[in-house]
């Protein structure tokens, strides 16, 4: 049992530069620990066994491994290890695949550190109650199984608003979200700025948060002269922030 300690984090990804962007995102959330870094079947195996961490982010492609395959040995074997999987891995029978072994998340490289946060918070909240409730409980009722699956509650998989970064205000982000749904072809940070009144910095920001998050896209227009500007279009009306 993890008491009142870090949440440990073995990093399995054979691009090193990568894997030291994982390790340092990671300490700038509370609550987590790197105990090592693998770049290969060999040495995953050998610190999975002896550290034995809470949580494993692992990419999918290696010289010498599937991580897929890894995943379904980890578990196999280790059961109350979980893991989250951080690839560039696009192919719907892949991430498929994933999901049924039973990942907690799966996130596409690049990874965007709003995208990454949000998802070790969510593992944070889920692996907190879970302990909470093995201390207090020997059989656990539906609502409380509902909060541990993200359905409901604080750390529910639709109130992402409660993981939001800081400096991102949710009814200015609404605001921006509703600016945009009114023009089809999409508006710039300026424009955005000038129609909910602020600053070009600001409206910049709150935009690249969205795409972060895939609310929203950005493309280049060209015009006549000077350099293209960003263009920030709506996916899809109905999609949540």
Do not use: C
Not at 145 to 166: C, F, H, I, W
């Amino acid at each position: 049992m993890m008491g009142n300690r870090d949440i440990e984090v073995l990093i399995v990804e054979d691009d090193l530069r990568i894997a030291e962007i994982q390790k340092r995102f990671l300490e700038q959330i509370e609550g987590f620990q790197v105990v090592g870094i693998a770049a290969s079947y060999l040495e995953a195996k050998t610190l999975i066994d002896i550290l034995q961490p809470d949580l494993l982010l692992l990419d999918v492609y290696f010289p010498d491994m599937n991580g897929i395959d890894l995943l379904k040995e980890t578990k196999q074997h280790l059961k109350q290890m979980d893991v989250i999987m951080i690839t560039a891995t696009k192919e719907i029978h892949r991430v498929q695949e994933a999901i049924s072994i039973g990942v907690f998340d799966y996130i596409i490289k690049p990874v965007v550190f709003d995208r990454f946060r949000q998802s070790l918070l969510r593992f944070k909240d889920y692996h907190t109650n879970l302990l909470q409730l093995g201390k207090d409980h020997t059989h656990v009722t539906q609502q409380q199984v509902d909060k541990l699956l993200r359905k409901e509650g604080d750390g529910g998989a639709g109130n992402e608003k409660s993981y939001l970064p800081k400096g991102i205000d949710p009814l200015t982000l609404e605001k921006v979200m509703e600016v945009l749904g009114k023009f089809e072809y999409g508006l710039t940070a300026e424009s955005v700025a000038k129609e909910i009144g602020v600053s070009r910095t600001t409206a910049r920001r709150y935009l690249e948060h969205l795409v972060s998050n895939e609310s929203i896209e950005a493309d280049l227009s060209y015009g006549t002269v000077g350099r293209p500007e960003r263009v920030y279009i709506v996916l899809n009306k109905a999609t949540k922030i």
